[in-house]
């Protein structure tokens, strides 16, 4: 699966957006943009998903560029409760090979929401 | 989402003992489940792929002799780490698939002594 590259800390005013960009140019066609977040002392938290449209949903947008070799993530209200360390992770979704269905975390990026 | 559930949430034993975490998908059949490994401010690392009816798949560098896995039935998957050391505490975390979209446990934090 493509490496990808993330801040390692990132800070937001809470009601303000967050946006949490990613890095993946090595990116493959068949690779999804998967994201999630993990809360201290919790297991992770599946956000959101996509692999070349923009999606949206209650949780969060995921903006993927053109080209595909970067994201970002958007919580369009931040609150005290997103703090957390957030996943960018890119992997194949569909078909054979030991690669199918592996997420592989890399460090993430802390994002933390003050008052 | 799916809810995967884990159990324990929090063990302590003694060095020397075996200790089970079991991951249940509870609204879901899973034929294939995850288990990872999370020390202290790192970030989680895959141990073993658990596939239903069938032999574990285990990374690079995990002893398959001291993580048993076994996936029964295609909503339980169990591990058990054999002959528990203090090196050996960390937190557990299981994961499984369906339509794509991993979704995680809460964890099992295990303490050896």
């Known amino acids: 699966d493509a490496k990808t590259t993330q801040p390692p800390s990132m800070d937001c005013a809470e009601g303000r957006a967050a946006n949490l960009p990613c890095n993946h140019s090595?990116?493959?066609?068949?690779?999804?943009v998967y994201w999630y977040r993990q809360i201290h002392s919790q297991g992770p938290q599946y956000i959101i998903h996509?692999?070349?449209n923009n999606e949206t949903n209650e949780m969060a947008s995921l903006i993927i560029t053109e080209d595909r070799k970067s994201s970002t993530l958007i919580l369009p209200h931040a609150t005290l409760r997103d703090t957390a360390v957030y996943y960018c992770?890119?992997?194949?979704?569909?078909?054979?090979?030991?690669?199918?269905?592996?997420?592989?975390f890399g460090q993430g990026t802390i994002l933390t929401v003050h008052p | 989402g799916a809810v995967v559930s884990q159990h324990p949430s929090w063990v302590i034993c003694k060095s020397g003992t075996s200790v089970k975490i079991e991951c249940r998908s509870l609204?879901?059949?899973?034929?294939?489940m995850f288990w990872y490994r999370q020390f202290p401010k790192q970030s989680l690392m895959l141990m073993a792929t658990?596939?239903?009816?069938?032999?574990?798949?285990?990374e690079q560098g995990v002893e398959k002799d001291k993580f048993l896995i076994n996936h029964a039935s295609l909503t339980l998957s169990t591990l058990t780490v054999t002959s528990a050391h203090p090196e050996d505490s960390s937190f557990y975390i299981c994961?499984?698939?369906?339509?794509?979209?991993?979704?995680f446990g809460a964890g099992t934090r295990l303490s050896v002594l």
């Open positions: 658990s596939n239903e009816g069938s032999k574990a798949t285990y």
């Open positions: 609204d879901f059949q899973a034929t294939t």
């Open positions: 994961s499984a698939r369906i339509q794509n979209i991993q979704y």
């Open positions: 996509g692999l070349k």
């Open positions: 992770i890119v992997r194949v979704a569909s078909g054979g090979g030991t690669s199918y269905g592996k997420l592989t």
């Open positions: 090595t990116i493959s066609g068949n690779e999804y």
